[in-house]
């Protein structure tokens, strides 16, 4: 059984703070994602991972980094936090095989900047 | 770009009624379909795809390229189908990112 998990599952962090939010996937999968969930917005893609030390931007990058120095392992940073980054956000992993890139999440980390 | 479009964000119907979630897509290249659920205090997966033609929990969705659409269907809506439902497209190209509409809040109601 596929397990994504993340470090916390609620944050509350200060405006200015740098924020890191930790992913870890059992799975040996090549693809990782860090996605916001917003209610409204849905799911929108901020970064995505197919390899080790590989980054490509999603859809909203502005404001945040990532970091993927071992395959099992991404993480999104959040240099300086602001107020309007406050969300959910949920980590994917996924194999990259055609038909079987099916992607797993994790229990997501409710973000709180005050 | 590719674009995935939920055009209901909110449906409600009545246990034992039919239940449709619209999903409609743009993308000039051959996509591949997904729809995922999220059920109350649970992670977010994946409820089928449409290159599997399989039947999930009653659930199914036909992939019409005519009209871009991919929308789920159940005949009979149960309870326990209430939960947030996002479809999501991916390219054919790129074993990898997923475009995920706006989703949309099935209740049903008893």
């Known amino acids: 059984d596929v397990k994504v998990t993340q470090s916390s599952r609620y944050l509350v962090k200060r405006t200015g703070e740098k924020v890191f939010l930790e992913c870890v996937q059992d799975?040996?999968?090549?693809?990782m994602f860090w996605y916001r969930q917003d209610p409204g917005l849905g799911l929108r893609l901020i970064y995505f991972?197919?390899?080790?030390?590989?980054?490509e931007k999603g859809d909203i990058p502005e404001g945040y980094s990532v970091s993927r120095e071992k395959k099992e392992r991404f993480s999104l940073i959040l240099e300086s936090a602001s107020t309007n980054q406050t969300s959910m956000y949920l980590c994917?992993?996924?194999?990259?095989?055609?038909?079987?890139?099916?992607?797993?999440f994790g229990p997501g980390t409710r973000l709180t900047v005050l | 770009a590719q674009r995935v479009t939920q055009p209901e964000k909110l449906l409600s119907v009545f246990k034992g009624a039919p239940v449709e979630l619209k999903c409609n897509y743009s993308?000039?290249?051959?996509?591949?379909l997904f729809w995922y659920v999220q059920y109350s205090r649970q992670r977010l997966q994946l409820l089928l795809r449409h290159i599997s033609r399989e039947s999930i929990k009653g659930f199914t969705a036909d992939l019409n390229k005519g009209e871009t659409s991919f929308h789920l269907k159940k005949p009979f809506a149960q309870e326990e189908d209430s939960a947030m439902y996002y479809c999501?497209?991916?390219?054919?190209?790129?074993?990898?990112?997923?475009?995920f509409g706006d989703g949309t809040t099935l209740t049903v109601k008893p």
């Open positions: 993308y000039s290249g051959s996509p591949e």
């Open positions: 991972s197919y390899d080790v030390k590989m980054k």
């Open positions: 994917a992993s996924s194999p990259r095989r055609f038909g079987a890139d099916t992607q797993y």
């Open positions: 799975m040996d999968h090549e693809n």
């Open positions: 999501a497209l991916r390219k054919n190209t790129n074993a990898g990112k997923s475009t």
